[in-house]
């Protein structure tokens, strides 16, 4: 089927492939590991919540951020696009 509006982005990813990348970013995040190391240094269980608090804030916070420098930025690159516009391309692609 040809694309009815030639300039706009094709979408690529569908559901298995979205899944597919979320789950590798989790187990590439050592998810596994993460919380025997906190739990580690934080001996409290408070302390622990606070810092799962603060570490789903801090996501929270450069998700909202990519995603407005998405709807700013609309082109193909993701964070190559964003340092590319900000500083240079040779930058963005380091």
């Known amino acids: 089927m ?3 509006n ?3 982005l094709e979408r690529s990813l ?3 492939q979205a899944v597919a990348m979320v789950v590798g970013t989790i187990i590439g995040a050592s998810i596994f590991v993460q919380p025997s190391e906190i739990t580690r240094q934080m001996p409290s269980l408070g302390g622990v919540l606070f810092v799962w608090l603060g570490a789903g804030v801090l996501t929270l916070c ?3 951020t990519c995603a407005e420098l998405a709807s700013a930025f609309p ?3 993701g964070v ?3 340092l590319q516009e900000a500083w240079s ?3 963005g692609f380091l």
Request: zero cysteines; charged letters at 0%.
């Open 6 to 8: 030639p300039g706009a």
């Open 75 to 77: 082109a193909t690159g």
């Open 62 to 64: 450069g998700a909202l």
């Open 80 to 82: 190559y696009v964003f």
């Open 89 to 91: 391309p040779a930058l």
């Open 2 to 4: 040809a694309n009815p």
């Open 14 to 16: 569908g559901p298995l």
